[in-house]
């Protein structure tokens, strides 16, 4: 039951990093580009976006890395 719980996070967190990750601009502008206008109105500058991205994004990938060693140490 308990390993079921981890897996579940494991997976919202997988989905969190994907989802952060395609948000963030790159050098092309990727994804984030083409929501410029509508991120811009909700939280501001684009500058502070995308640092909150990546701070959620650093968040998410610890929280994956935990969920991913308890999972291997409950199948064990």
Do not use: R
């Not at 981890?6 to 963030?24: D, P, R």
């Not at 502008?29 to 991205?53: C, P, Q, R, T, W």
């Amino acid at each position: 039951m308990v390993k079921i719980i981890f897996l579940v996070l494991q997976v919202i967190c997988a989905l969190g990093l994907i989802f952060t990750v395609l948000m963030q601009e790159g050098k092309s502008a990727g994804l984030s580009g083409s929501i410029a206008g509508g991120a811009d109105m909700i939280f501001g500058k684009k500058k502070g976006v995308d640092e909150l991205f990546a701070k959620i994004t650093a968040y998410l990938a610890a929280f994956f890395l935990l969920f991913t060693l308890l999972v291997a140490m409950l199948s064990a």
